[in-house]
Structure formats: C-alpha cells, structure tokens
C-alpha cells in the first residue's frame, strides 16, 4: 500500500481534497491561498485571498473581490495568476497556474446571496480600495452589491512538492489530462 | 500612547521587525514569505522561501536560491518580484514589491561557508530542478557552490494590511523615503 505522496495520483487527489476543503472549511491552508497576478505596469503582486469554490473536473476553484480593488484591474490586464498555499500538517507545497476571469453581476448573485452579512462588508467600501485617506479610518464599508465580482480561475497547470524523509515533486497539466510526471525538486 | 498599528511609523517598523525576525528565526511568517515572479512567458508564480538577511536602511532582503532553479530564469527575464506574508500572531498581511539582483561567485562565499550542512543539499540536485524523472526519487543531492546564489531585493514599496477590530491600510515607498500614507483598505 503506497502512502499518497509516492504516486501521482495520490498526489493530484491529495490537491483536490485540500482545495474542496479549503473552499469549505476555516482551518486548512488551502482556505488562504497567496494570489499572484501581473500589475498593469508589468509588476508581480501577491496577497492572500480566500478560496470560495473549487471543482476537480474540470478544473476550477473561485475567489470573490471587490469590482474597484487592485487586482482587478491587473487581471484586465493580463488574465493570468498563480495560486499557492503551503499546508504545514502535510509538509505539502501546491502551486497552481490558471486564466482568470471576472463575472459579476446577475450570474454571481447567487453567490452574493449566500454569504453571510459580515463578508458582505468586503464590498463596497468608500472611497475605493487603495485610495490615499488623510486619517487611517476615514472609510465607510457598506455592502454593494454592485462591486461584488468572481474570479473565476481555470486550471492549467498543478506542480506539487512534498517535503518528507524524502522530497518528491510533480508537475501536473490539464493537456496531459492532468496525468502528471515526476520532477526534479 | 497609540498601538503600533494606529501610527505610519508603528506599522513601518512592525514590517521591519518582523522581517529582521523572519531573517533569524524560525517562528515567524516572515521566515518563510511567498515569492512571486513572472515567468520569461509570462505568467505570474509564487513560491515560498526562507528570508536570510533583511537590512532596513537601505530597505534590502537576501534570499537564497539554486541557479539553476526557474525562478532564476524568471527573475533574468523580468528581475522583479513581489514578497508576500500573512503574520497570524499580528492578523498583518505585508506586501512587498523590489527589483532583484542575482549575485553569485566569490562575491557570496561568506552566505556559502554560514550555512549548515543540511541547507547545503539545497543547492546543487542533478539533474536541475523541474526535470522530468522516469521515477520520484530519480535525483541526487550533491551541495555545489557553483550552484548557490542570492537574491538581493531592493524594495520600492511596502503595503500592510492589519485586520484589527478596526482595518487599516498603509502603504509605503522607497521615493518618499518610506513616510508612508494611509490608504483605503
């Protein structure tokens, strides 16, 4: 019987299981993954964002923003991020490559519906997020359902490492049907 | 007398003291930020690494890297990066965007003879990281100097983020001689 980390397919469900319960649940790291994207002037950026939604097949995970932050404007720009999360409990480093897309609007109203009233607080503050305040609290947040968007991120690329008595990387991809191969850590 | 995140120079130097930590100790997000590049094709990445060296004046990170690994060929293509921490302890998320050299040679030996024996298997797997293997642990560890070099990351700015009972947001940047400003969170 070959633990999960010696094969490839343990691997890749290992990933899923950790992405279907961070969507779910508080205390996986998947649940806060870092978002990586390109700044419209050609800058990398990252922050943490949390994961809402997460489909093996055919690969797909969802973080909700904010139409007015920052990070919309770069994936407008180039439609692209990295997702990373390192769960400490199972030594395991996932890495992800997706396109990105932005919906908002009656199509996501379904999951505005379904967020409990202190997330709504996320969505709309005034004035826009990164706007220079003379005081520190000189805001107001008050939900707006107008500024509620999805990214929607499809999946291209999954590379994994697992950092035990030994280390094991794989690289999986959605062209190879997410079949995977072992590489070099 | 206010807490250190109700004040710019508060925060500035909370990011500054943590980094110092993360530089020394093993116990602090700062240890280990995301680091995120863009690829020669463009597309953004994050990975975690341990911070080595962290410098306040002038505002400078050191982390260590194999030079054959594919952020080095990211960080020629587009020598920019963005660092990335969330400190639970703080409920801080820093945000970091620099510009990176990479040093290698007679110009690191000392970071080279500092390390322990354990971190020098880090540097130099045959073959070089992201090959594909026939078999997971079709690799050996051979510590290589040659292999071994630095990032240097000169910060142009600094975003924080603390969620206290109240958020506030500040962000500040190398130009004004890091003052920073309150900005919308």
Redesign the interface.
Known sequence: MSEWF?TLPGLHEQVWQQLTQGAARRDVAAR?P?L???SPD???????VVLRRAVADPAMLEVYTDTQSDKIASIVA?P?????F?EPALAL?V?L?ATVEVISGPTVADRWRELPDGALLSYG???????????????TKTPDQSRFCVLQLTLGHIDVVHLGT?H????FAATDGWTG?????
Do not use: C, F, M
């Not at 050609?42 to 943490?48: D, F, N, Q, V």
């Not at 692209?80 to 990373?84: E, P, S, V, W, Y």
């Open positions: 010696e806060q870092t990586a994207t390109i050609g800058w990398p950026e990252a922050r943490t180039h692209r991020a990295a997702l990373h390192w480093q890495r490559q503050t005034t004035p826009p997020p990164g706007t220079t305040l003379p005081h520190a609290l000189d805001y030994d094991r990387r794989a690289s191969k072992w590489v070099s850590p």
